[in-house]
């Protein structure tokens, strides 16, 4: 996992949430959810 | 990292995630628990303090995390992906923990709340997932 870009490793959570079996409902508050952080500034 | 919550008590956050994992000590979840939601949990984690995530918000967990790993998928080096559920518990008190040093975040807390909903009344001490003799028995409201 420590290879693979954030936007990566995110797709890979989401699949896993939703390979889980979560519902669609928590499957979207994760997506949205992982949006809100703030991301660091480019320089 | 993040606007500090002006309206969120970052000390009763803390107090809320760290019973989560101590509870969970007690029962542990089974990530497939409500439909596989409760692997929530990872998603929560990796935005926090995972290592391997760059834009952690806190990224000084790192260490800790690297400490619980047992996963041999990664040489050891934490892979929230594949960790067994109670190193996924383990690194919620650390969490937990650390919620109470410095403000929550409002993204922070939105997570925090999510995974709230998610353990029902896990962050209390009541007896539905305590078991019969450990933990307390008082009633929050």
Same mark, same amino acid.
């Given at each position: 996992?420590?290879?693979?870009?954030?936007?990566?490793?995110?797709?890979?959570?989401?699949?896993?949430l939703?390979?889980?079996?979560?519902?669609?409902?928590?499957?979207?508050?994760?997506?949205?959810?992982?949006?809100?952080?703030?991301?660091?500034?480019?320089? | 990292?993040?606007?500090?919550?002006?309206?969120?008590?970052?000390?009763?956050? #803390?107090?809320?995630?760290?019973?989560?994992?101590?509870?969970?000590?007690?029962?542990?979840?089974?990530?497939n628990?409500f439909?596989?939601?409760?692997w929530?949990?990872? =998603?929560?984690?990796?935005?926090?303090?995972d290592?391997?995530?760059?834009?952690?918000?806190?990224?000084?967990?790192?260490?800790?995390?690297?400490?619980?790993?047992?996963c041999?998928?990664? $040489?050891y #080096?934490? $892979?929230?992906?594949?960790?067994?559920?109670h =190193?996924?518990?383990?690194?919620?008190? =650390? =969490?937990?923990?650390?919620?109470?040093?410095?403000?929550?975040?409002?993204?922070?807390?939105?997570?925090?709340?999510?995974?709230?909903?998610l353990?029902n009344?896990?962050?209390y001490?009541?007896?539905?997932?305590?078991? #019969?003799? #450990?933990?307390?028995?008082?009633?929050?409201?």
């Amino acid at each position: 996992m420590a290879d693979k870009s954030v936007k990566q490793q995110v797709a890979r959570l989401l699949k896993g949430l939703k390979e889980a079996g979560a519902s669609r409902e928590v499957q979207d508050a994760a997506k949205k959810w992982l949006e809100t952080i703030p991301q660091p500034k480019k320089k | 990292m993040g606007t500090p919550s002006t309206s969120k008590s970052w000390w009763q956050y #803390s107090r809320w995630i760290t019973n989560i994992a101590r509870n969970c000590k007690i029962t542990e979840p089974i990530v497939n628990t409500f439909g596989g939601d409760l692997w929530y949990i990872r =998603v929560f984690l990796w935005a926090i303090g995972d290592p391997n995530n760059p834009n952690a918000t806190r990224p000084w967990l790192a260490d800790k995390f690297y400490r619980a790993s047992v996963c041999q998928h990664a $040489d050891y #080096s934490f $892979d929230i992906y594949h960790e067994p559920t109670h =190193v996924l518990v383990k690194c919620l008190e =650390v =969490v937990g923990r650390d919620l109470k040093k410095i403000p929550i975040t409002t993204s922070e807390a939105m997570g925090a709340d999510f995974l709230m909903m998610l353990t029902n009344n896990r962050r209390y001490g009541t007896k539905l997932f305590y078991g #019969s003799s #450990s933990g307390s028995t008082v009633t929050i409201p």
